[in-house]
């Protein structure tokens, strides 16, 4: 999993000497006030660094509060989105409304094209199942996969293709 980490800076001195240090996310609180001399919930630091896959979603003045939740709907969502997540900011205004769809998306894992997709989805289809064996051999699956592809939002990443609600 990619490291989840800030670099957190004091606004003001303590014992004349700006403070800082990197935490992992989510931040322990009580470590917070430990290291930096300085209360979660104040207004007395800014973050001047991140290593975070969501790092457009914090700036400098984001909450410790904003911060651990935005950690722990990264850790909470599938392995396979969170190795993809640059993949689908194009399609999300932010991170909070991917988080939102995380269970709407579909991901056909193995498939490294659309035709792997239509043999995929076609595999899970009841009715294609019961036709025929020439039928299937017949079948135009380069022909299927377009239609899904016109008809669908697909992202294909290097962990697999997803689908995507409209």
């Known amino acids: 999993m990619k490291e989840l980490r800030v670099l957190i800076e004091t606004t003001r001195p303590i014992n004349g000497v700006l403070r800082s240090a990197w935490f992992d996310l989510p931040i322990d609180e009580t470590e917070l006030e430990e290291t930096l001399g300085i209360e979660a919930d104040s207004e007395d630091y800014h973050i001047i660094e991140k290593e975070l896959p969501f790092a457009d979603e914090v700036d400098e003045n984001t909450a410790i509060e904003r911060l651990n939740e935005l950690a722990l709907m990264y850790q909470n969502m ?82 697999g293709i997803f689908e995507i609600p409209w």
């Open 78 to 159: 599938p392995v396979e989105l969170r190795k993809s997540y640059a993949s689908f900011s194009e399609y999300y205004s932010d991170f909070d409304e991917f988080y939102n769809y995380r269970n709407s998306i579909i991901h056909y894992a193995g498939c490294a094209t659309m035709i792997d997709v239509a043999r995929h989805v076609l595999a899970d289809n009841p009715a294609f199942a019961s036709l025929s064996e020439d039928c299937v051999r017949y079948f135009d699956y380069e022909a299927y996969a377009q239609s899904l592809e016109e008809n669908g939002r697909f992202v294909k990443t290097e962990y």
